[in-house]
Every structure is written in structure tokens, then in C-alpha cells.
């Protein structure tokens, strides 16, 4: 199976004007053009998507994709403030990255929660991005085996009732809940353990041929002198926060996984 890495630049609740937003999307379109062996996909916060397409689709040539931070369950109706898969689709977002640990933590998402949103996604066409990881205190405690094996337990194992077909571009992201925006990015040696972990919880669960189409990513903290190391140890891309926001670094990183590849 010779997928593609995938690299998600998640700007997360940034930056605060659309002048900001477009200036930064033209900087990493403009340094991405000659990548080929990446996908590139850049998660805005919701109210920029549709000016950024429009840019894209004037600019064409480019390899860059789309993907939301979230994403509701509905399709629509009277929902304050959801954001609807058909809205994304429409849009023409390709990824929606789901149970992000900021969802978890700051807008009380839980593992029923984020089944339901992956279950939309995938009925919508949408690919998600599932995100899990231990937070320091599981860690310190031992626990982040049990902790990955009950996130993953709560999602994707339910996702058998009803039987809905994964997309080969669905992906799972292995983030540590204390790597992300600290700067204090987890060892890859020690992420490829909780990498072989995930792999071997997946193919519990799926066949064959779907678990080896399912991309593992990393997240936390990633930045251009780290992210190689990553790749080396079995990674399939990343989600990048912080150094997604200046363009010369996350094209640095991008530009290093294209030339590994
Ligand atoms: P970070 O964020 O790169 O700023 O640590 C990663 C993430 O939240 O996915």
C-alpha cells in the first residue's frame, strides 16, 4: 500500500482577519506548487473556507486541499451554531478532523460524541481525521495503552452498527495531549510505540486490506527539525498546529517529507 503522506496544517482559532488568512493560504499555495508526493491540506476555521476556495479555484494549479476543524452530526435543521457536513461537502472539503483533544477538553466532547460526527462524515462523504492520545497524568500513570485502546474502542469499533464502508483516505492521528503547543514534542521513539500500538488495535478491528489503507499521523508540537524522525519511525503525516501558522516552516516541513518520499 503506497499512499501518500498526508499533512494537515490545522490553524486552529487563528488568525483573526481574513486579510491574515488569505495572505498566509497564497504563502504555503505558492511554496507547495511543486509538491507531488504529498497531500497537503490546510483546516481553517469555518468562516475563511469559502474565501480561501474561491482563491484556490482562481489560482488553479494546485495541489492543496481542504479540511475542517469540526464538523456537526446533522445534515441541518434547527441546530444553533452547527456547521453541517452538507455545508462542508459543498464547500468542497475533502477532511474533517474529529475529537480533537481541544474539542475534548474545551467543548466537552465525548467518545459518543465523536462517533456520531465520524458516522456523519462518512455517510457525507467527508474523510475524517480521528484524533486520540493520553494526556501527562495518563502517562506519568501508565495508562496511555488503555487510554488509546478505549478511544479507539468508542469510535472505531462501533462503527461495525451499522456497517458503513471506510474511505482509504480515513486516518487516525496519534497526538499527545501534553505534545500539543507546548514545544515539548513526544520522542518519536516513543511515539512509534504508541504508532505499532494503534496498528495493532485497527486491525482488530477491520479487515486486512481497510487497516493497512488506514493512515497514522502525528501531532504535537511538529516542526521542521523534528518531523523527519517521525516519518522514519512509520508515521503517515502529520497534523501541524502552531508551525502550520508561518508559512516558511510548515512548507520546510513539507518540502523535507516530499523529498523522502
Ligand atoms: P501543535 O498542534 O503543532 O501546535 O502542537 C497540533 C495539533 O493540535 O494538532
Known amino acids: 500500500m503506497n499512499q501518500k503522506l498526508l499533512i494537515i496544517g490545522n490553524w486552529k482559532c487563528n488568525p483573526t482577519t481574513k486579510r491574515e488568512a488569505e495572505r498566509?493560504?497564497?504563502q504555503i499555495k505558492r511554496g507547495t506548487r511543486e509538491v507531488k508526493n504529498i497531500e497537503v491540506v490546510i483546516s481553517p476555521p469555518f468562516v475563511y473556507l469559502s474565501c480561501l476556495k474561491e482563491k484556490l479555484r482562481k489560482?488553479?494549479?494546485?495541489n492543496l486541499k481542504f479540511g475542517a476543524q469540526d464538523c456537526f452530526w446533522e445534515r441541518k435543521g434547527a441546530f444553533t451554531?452547527?456547521?453541517?457536513?452538507?455545508m462542508l461537502r459543498d464547500l468542497g472539503v475533502e477532511y474533517v478532523i474529529l475529537g480533537h483533544s481541544e474539542r475534548r477538553k474545551y467543548f466537552k466532547e465525548t467518545d459518543e460524541i465523536i462517533l456520531k460526527k465520524i458516522k456523519s462524515a462518512l455517510r457525507n462523504r467527508l474523510s475524517p481525521i480521528l484524533c486520540i492520545g493520553e494526556t501527562e497524568k495518563?502517562?506519568?500513570?501508565?495508562?496511555?495503552?488503555?487510554v488509546l485502546k478505549t478511544q479507539l474502542k468508542n469510535t472505531l469499533q462501533k462503527l461495525f452498527k451499522p456497517k458503513i464502508s471506510l474511505p482509504s483516505s480515513f486516518a487516525v492521528a496519534y497526538e499527545p495531549v501534553w505534545a500539543i503547543g507546548t514545544g515539548n514534542f513526544c520522542p518519536p521513539e516513543l511515539a512509534m510505540k504508541a504508532l505499532m500500538f494503534i496498528k495493532k488495535e485497527i486491525?482488530?478491528?477491520f479487515p486486512r486490506e481497510i487497516s493497512q489503507a488506514v493512515r497514522i499521523l502525528y501531532g504535537g508540537s511538529v516542526d521542521s527539525k523534528n518531523a523527519i524522525e517521525y516519518i522514519k519511525v512509520g508515521f503517515s503525516g502529520f497534523i501541524v498546529g502552531g508551525a502550520s501558522l508561518k508559512a516558511p516552516e510548515f512548507i520546510k516541513i513539507i518540502e523535507l517529507c516530499n523529498i523522502i518520499k
Open 24 to 26: 498566509l493560504f497564497l
Open 59 to 62: 489560482l488553479k494549479k494546485s
Open 81 to 86: 451554531g452547527g456547521i453541517s457536513p452538507l
Open 138 to 146: 495518563e502517562r506519568k500513570e501508565g495508562k496511555t495503552n488503555e
Open 203 to 205: 486491525i482488530k478491528v
